[in-house]
Every structure is written in structure tokens, then in C-alpha cells.
């Protein structure tokens, strides 16, 4: 099967790596500092290429704006639960989570969260482990590394 063929009868050949460096060859070399224009003509190149669908993509993101599952995580941990009385952690950690933004700390998106210690459980132990230590942070910025090597490849 040649190169340019796609496996699936049909189905749009599927882009190379090098397809990428005309459409986004000016792009930033880190997605951080992409324009809204940027992540539009993306999408839209992965839609156009075949590479996904657009229910694909809508889907894709829809599934991840779902509340994060850090709720359960936290409140299962003895650590945490020696802070609240008996059967009182989850009630915390619920109350906790309404408070936060729905965003990333760090990069603001609402896609792929996690709570993270803003003081390291490395330098303090299960000190570290308490309510008022956590943030919300998103696993994105592997997507970000990864990303900008695909762009630039």
C-alpha cells in the first residue's frame, strides 16, 4: 500500500507529518502562545485531513468537561481523612471543589483536571495532605509538549 493511501477504503489519505509545516509553519513553537486563529486552523486541518471527525472532536471534549473524579481520590485517603470527623471528608472535599474556578491554575483550561499539591508531599510528608494545599492543575501540558513537535516536526 502506498504511502498516501488510506487503510480504511474511502477514507482520506492520512497526513504525514510533513503535510502539517505549511499550514503551521508560522505557528509559535509552543501551543501556550497559539491565537485562537491557531487552535481553529488546527481543528479544522484535522477535520479537513480526515484525521478525526468533528463528532469525534465534540465528543472528545464534551467527555472531558465532565466534573474531575479528584473528589473520590482525595476523600479516600487516610492521610486526608484524619483532618475531618468520621464520614465527614467527602462533605469537605465536595465543598472544596465547588469552591475552585473549574480552571487549571496554571494554564486556565477546564480540560483533563487533577488536584495537585501546591506544597510537594515530597517536602512534607502527609502534612502535605490537607485541603487548603491542593489546586487544581491539568494534565495538558504533556498535550502541549507533545503538540508543538508535531507542528514543528
Known amino acids: 500500500m502506498a504511502a498516501t493511501q488510506s487503510p480504511i477504503p474511502g477514507a482520506a489519505p492520512p497526513p504525514t507529518l510533513g503535510d502539517n509545516?505549511?499550514?503551521?509553519?508560522?505557528?509559535?513553537?509552543?501551543?501556550?502562545?497559539?491565537s485562537e486563529d491557531h487552535w481553529r486552523r488546527l481543528?479544522?486541518?484535522?477535520?479537513?485531513?480526515?484525521?478525526?471527525?468533528?463528532?469525534?472532536?465534540g465528543a472528545l471534549v464534551l467527555g472531558h468537561l465532565n466534573p474531575s473524579q479528584v473528589g473520590t481520590s482525595i476523600a479516600s485517603k487516610k492521610t486526608f481523612q484524619a483532618h475531618y470527623?468520621?464520614?465527614?471528608?467527602m462533605k469537605a472535599v465536595l465543598a472544596w471543589h465547588i469552591e475552585q474556578i473549574g480552571r487549571c491554575a496554571d494554564c486556565g483550561s477546564r480540560l483533563e483536571l487533577q488536584a495537585d499539591h501546591v506544597e510537594s508531599r515530597e517536602q512534607y510528608g502527609d502534612a502535605a495532605d490537607r485541603l487548603e494545599n491542593m489546586t487544581l492543575?491539568?494534565?495538558l501540558v504533556v498535550l502541549s509538549l507533545v503538540l508543538g513537535v508535531l507542528v514543528k516536526g
Open 21 to 34: 509545516h505549511t499550514d503551521f509553519g508560522e505557528a509559535p513553537g509552543i501551543d501556550i502562545e497559539w
Open 43 to 57: 481543528i479544522d486541518w484535522l477535520i479537513d485531513t480526515g484525521f478525526v471527525s468533528a463528532k469525534e472532536i
Open 137 to 139: 492543575s491539568s494534565t
Open 85 to 89: 470527623p468520621h464520614r465527614q471528608t
